[in-house]
């Protein structure tokens, strides 16, 4: 009979046998990617080695989503370069340690809710920008040490083998799930490499990984305020960086596995990884949706999928170094490419001729944002800003007003739509003050004074009354536009019977 436990925090049963597979195959698919993102942060390969343990032992332990895995990434390196280059490796482990306790604030303030404000757009973008750079990033491979394109036998033969990598990962599925495609598309592509002697690229020709235990280092720099200086603003965008691609990813794991992460927590424990990769020796990260992915597709849920690829990627920093460096570098480029594959939305595609043409606009928006310019964080908030400004235009928009004289002779203008600053100015639009009876009725049961403009747009029209010997009263507003009107002009007559009550939703599991 199939072992099986329940997941700490969610009830899907998940088997001994499918995690610990999966966690080894996420182990060798995480090394070339750790050394490559210490390249490019101009870094030695064992600091990103070092940052992919550590990361992905603290949030696969404490972290708010069981399955997803985290490690260096190309979005930290890209940071922390500069820094690096200018200042020494010394001032990116501080930088890490103080992101890490930025990341810590904000999951303790329960910042994390606000991932929610990113529209489903900007997440198509985000992921399918990501799903190019992933692609992009695989096509270094198909070249030599000096930057030219293979070709020839070595051309052929390392096509071959990726072709083949992909094939398994792609058919081995739709015949057994017994064991994972990816890392049989590893080992069937290891043995073709050593039954034909074929001459490729492996793992340790892009570097060694043997080392040992990540050591423990107080970073050597002068702690005062120009070093602060120096490191917060570069701490302040990894930790930026971090939070939104780990939160994104962490909302698109939710959304395969049909389960829901805690993003608070995801963030209290990925700033906790950042300050223990500070501390001993590596460069620092978070949530990396390939290897996530690549986690989550060979069936892993639970939290020993990411222990066991920690674990065993420092097994094969220490023990089986030699072993991994013959890996060729075909069967993980294979891997990669299937992810990139996987990760793409194509079902976005088909929405250009269906989604509103500005929601089109943002998805592609994001997706070049995100990569030409590898800022994930940069192209995300573009996103959310431009969507903010549509909403707000929008809803600016379809502010109206019902008019009518009861038997008393007031007139009454019911109001649809929120008032802030958007429509204040069709909202001052809709009266007549000179024609109107002496007694008017401003009613907002189906409206919502929102900001101050709002206000001052009250006091205005109530202003323009008051000069002809008018008497305006608002009426029905909720308890909420009623504290925003308490220091409002005194003329204002708040009539506040039948008041509808508003209440905001708590987020119980943030």
Aim: hydrophobic share 50%; with cysteine.
């Amino acid at each position: 009979m199939k072992k099986s436990f329940r997941l700490f925090d969610f009830s899907q049963r998940v088997d001994y046998k499918t995690e610990v597979l999966s966690g080894v195959t996420v182990a060798l698919a995480l090394v070339p990617e750790a050394v490559a993102f210490a390249f490019i942060a101009g870094l030695s390969p064992l600091t990103g080695l070092y940052a992919a343990f550590v990361m992905g032992l603290v949030t696969s332990i404490l972290g708010g989503r069981p399955g997803m895995i985290s490690g260096a990434t190309g979005a930290i390196a890209v940071v922390i370069v500069t820094l690096a280059a200018t200042q020494g490796v010394e001032y990116v482990f501080a930088a890490v340690i103080l992101s890490g306790l930025i990341q810590i604030l904000a999951g303790t303030l329960k910042l994390g809710k606000f991932i929610r404000l990113v529209p489903h757009p900007v997440i198509f973008g985000f992921v399918n920008g990501l799903a190019i750079i992933i692609f992009l990033s695989q096509l270094d491979q198909f070249k030599t040490s000096e930057g030219e394109w293979l070709s020839g036998g070595a051309a052929y033969s390392f096509t071959g083998l990726v072709l083949l990598a992909m094939a398994i990962i792609w058919g081995l599925p739709k015949i057994t799930k017994a064991v994972p495609a990816t890392l049989t598309a590893i080992l069937v592509v290891f043995v073709v490499v050593a039954i034909f002697g074929l001459e490729t690229k492996t793992v340790g020709d892009i570097a060694s990984i043997k080392g040992g235990f990540p050591p423990f280092h107080i970073p050597s720099l002068p702690f005062n305020w120009d070093t602060l200086s120096i490191i917060f603003p570069y701490s302040v965008i990894m930790a930026g960086v971090g939070l939104i691609e780990s939160l994104l990813t962490l909302n698109i794991v939710d959304e395969i596995t049909e389960t829901r992460g805690r993003g608070n927590k995801e963030a209290v424990a990925q700033g906790l990884a950042n300050v223990v990769s500070g501390f001993f020796s590596g460069m620092g990260g978070c949530a990396m949706i390939g290897q996530s992915l690549i986690n989550i597709s060979s069936g892993a849920r639970a939290r020993l999928s990411g222990i066991v690829a920690s674990v065993m990627l420092l097994v094969f920093i220490r023990f089986g170094s030699n072993l991994i460096e013959q890996v060729p570098m075909a069967a993980l480029t294979g891997l990669m490419i299937m992810v990139a594959i996987g990760t793409f939305e194509w079902a976005s595609l088909r929405t250009f001729t269906k989604m509103p043409k500005k929601d089109v606009f943002l998805m592609v928006l994001v997706t070049g944002v995100t990569a030409v310019l590898h800022n994930l964080a940069l192209a995300v908030l573009i996103g959310v800003v431009l969507a903010a400004l549509f909403f707000a235009w929008d809803n600016a928009k379809r502010i109206r007003a019902r008019k009518f004289i009861d038997d008393q002779g007031v007139k009454h203008y019911e109001i649809f739509g929120p008032l802030f600053f958007g429509s204040t100015s069709a909202f001052g639009e809709k009266f007549d003050v000179f024609n109107d009876p002496k007694e008017v009725i401003i009613d907002f049961a189906e409206s919502r004074v929102v900001d101050m403009s709002a206000i001052e747009a009250l006091n205005k029209i109530t202003e323009r009354y008051q000069k002809v010997g008018k008497k305006v009263q608002l009426r029905h507003l909720s308890p909420d536009c009623r504290r925003l009107l308490a220091n409002a002009d005194e003329l204002i007559e708040i009539n506040i019977l039948e008041d509808p009550t508003y209440k905001l939703a708590v987020d119980t599991l943030a």
